[in-house]
């Protein structure tokens, strides 16, 4: 069974920065596709970013690009979202999850497989 513990967030200003990490155990993390998404409220979760089993391809959801960065250590089995420029609709829960039955990125929260407990990113205007 795979678990996915999350870390990092918190409140931050328009304009700051944080990193979340998720650290997988429990499986072969260089053998998942992994992905980070969010949720505001009264909203469906949304696609942010998701890297590849090796981290040679990441894929971004189009308002994070250029601002987020999605990476992993599978080393560390251990996957990252660094946020900068952060903006107030950047606002809400954020999840990991991972993919392990594909070997490519996927954008659908659907064909994820497991998921992380959420942590709350909130930025003030």
């Known amino acids: 069974q795979v678990q996915l513990v999350q870390s990092g967030g918190g409140l931050v200003q328009a304009g700051g920065s944080l990193r979340l990490s998720c650290a997988a155990s429990?499986?072969?993390?260089?053998?998942?596709?992994m992905g980070w998404f969010r949720q505001a409220p009264g909203k469906e979760r949304e696609f942010v970013a998701a890297?590849?089993?090796?981290?040679?391809?990441?894929s971004y959801e189009d308002s994070v690009k250029g601002r987020f960065t999605i990476s992993r250590d599978n080393a560390k089995n251990t996957v990252y979202l660094q946020m900068n420029s952060l903006k107030p609709e950047d606002t809400a829960v954020y999840y990991c999850?991972?993919?392990?039955?594909?070997?490519?990125?996927?954008?659908?929260?659907?064909?994820?497989?497991?998921w992380g407990q959420g942590t709350q990113v909130t930025v003030s205007s």
């Open positions: 999850a991972a993919e392990v039955q594909r070997m490519a990125v996927t954008t659908y929260p659907s064909e994820y497989d497991y």
């Open positions: 429990g499986g072969a993390f260089n053998r998942y596709v």
């Open positions: 890297i590849s089993r090796s981290g040679g391809s990441t």
